[in-house]
């Protein structure tokens, strides 16, 4: 088969959570050769961050939710700085630093509340550092977070977050922060497979949906979920935040109930977001704004609690291959493992 050169304009989640994943050096010269630009972390994992250090790659880097109390201090929070992202600069281009993951989709009042202080904190230090113009703070929310979202443009968050959401979203305005939403259409679907169109979920061509208030056509699920986002932060009084995807993806696999779950699916789903970001287009409600987007995950993780898709969503397996065929460009790059040889060899 043809060797398709792929230009990829998508970042990555490179997630952990796993006991057999290949060295992070052989995971740099995978995503190097994938031509991969912008890579999230779940962590400030020296190891991985050593091992990109001169390379094209920007990096996210995560502060865990069991660390937010202590970034409320400010001492704390520069300390962590000065350890975790101080030694890695500039070799490494750290660019951005989420503080929690999804911490008001979920039911932890106090994590909640220590949110915001600990974003404060973390920019503070990194002001004190001199750092702030290269590296920004934010934090990443799941969708969970809208109350309404159809049609997209009556997007609004949940009433009981709004005290948490409307300062998040000064600092981030204040500080020039993106608003980060891990989205999943594949939720939507696995949730009611019998009403939600599979080929509006995977890009696939089909009728789609009209917004009755502003007549903008939908094609696919990601940008109205996009679109309600960008509504429910203009409901705030804010057009100065931008929409990044920090997570998006679908599983090769899944527990029986879980509808959907195949590699065929995933291979769509990926291979036709790929294609899409490659148009570089926005949003029917932005269509002059391309969305940059992070697909989850580099590989399956096999220590993922929770259903089995948890364990799936990665586009390669833990030895180098590639799960499935991402469509319309063929599979993926292989990660080649030689026994002989200190060297990482990528090839078809
Ligand atoms: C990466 O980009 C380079 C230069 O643009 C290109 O030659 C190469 O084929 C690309 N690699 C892949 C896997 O697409
Ligand atoms: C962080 O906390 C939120 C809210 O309690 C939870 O939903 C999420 O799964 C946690 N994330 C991790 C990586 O533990």
């Known amino acids: 088969s043809a060797v398709h050169v792929l230009s990829l304009s998508f970042g990555i989640n490179y997630g952990q959570i796993a006991n057999n994943l290949p060295s992070p050096s052989r995971?740099?010269?995978?995503?190097?050769?994938?031509?991969?630009?912008?890579?999230?972390?779940?962590?400030?994992?020296?190891?991985?961050?050593?091992?990109?250090?001169?390379?094209?790659?920007d990096f996210i880097i995560g502060l865990g939710n069991e660390t937010l109390q202590n970034m409320k201090d400010p001492l704390k929070a520069q300390a962590w700085i000065q350890q975790h992202v101080q030694p890695h600069l500039p070799q490494t281009k750290i660019t951005c630093i989420t503080v929690g993951n999804e911490i008001l989709g979920g039911s932890d009042a106090q994590l909640m509340s220590y949110l915001l202080p600990a974003m404060q904190s973390v920019y503070e230090a990194l002001v004190d550092l001199g750092l702030s113009k290269q590296v920004t703070v934010t934090t990443a929310h799941s969708l969970t977070i809208l109350g309404d979202s159809y049609p997209p443009s009556s997007g609004r968050f949940r009433q009981d977050l709004a005290e948490y959401i409307q300062p998040i979203l000064s600092f981030l305005a204040q500080v020039n922060s993106p608003f980060l939403i891990n989205a999943y259409p594949y939720f939507a679907y696995k949730d009611n497979p019998g009403e939600?169109?599979?080929?509006?979920?995977?890009?696939q061509p089909n009728s789609g949906m009209v917004d009755s208030v502003t007549n903008l056509h939908y094609d696919n699920m990601l940008d109205a979920q996009i679109d309600a986002v960008y509504a429910a932060i203009k409901a705030m009084g804010h057009t100065?935040?931008?929409?990044?995807?920090?997570?998006?993806?679908w599983p090769s696999k899944g527990d029986p109930n879980e509808a959907g779950a195949t590699p065929e699916n995933a291979g769509l789903y990926n291979g036709n977001l790929m294609r899409k970001l490659e148009e570089r287009k926005g949003t029917p409600a932005k269509p002059s704004v391309p969305?940059?987007?992070?697909?989850?995950?580099?590989?399956n993780e096999d220590l993922k609690p929770g259903p089995a898709s948890e364990r799936n969503y990665g586009l390669y397996y833990p030895d180098g291959t590639p799960v499935y065929d991402i469509g319309f460009k063929g599979y993926l790059p292989q990660l080649t493992f030689s026994a002989d040889s200190n060297k990482n060899n990528v090839s078809k």
Do not use: C, H, W
């Open 27 to 57: 995971v740099s010269v995978l995503l190097q050769t994938l031509n991969v630009s912008r890579v999230k972390l779940y962590d400030a994992d020296p190891n991985v961050l050593q091992a990109f250090s001169n390379s094209q790659v």
């Open 196 to 203: 939600v169109p599979l080929e509006y979920v995977l890009f």
């Open 240 to 249: 100065d935040v931008e929409v990044r995807i920090s997570e998006t993806g």
């Open 291 to 299: 969305i940059e987007m992070y697909v989850f995950a580099l590989f």
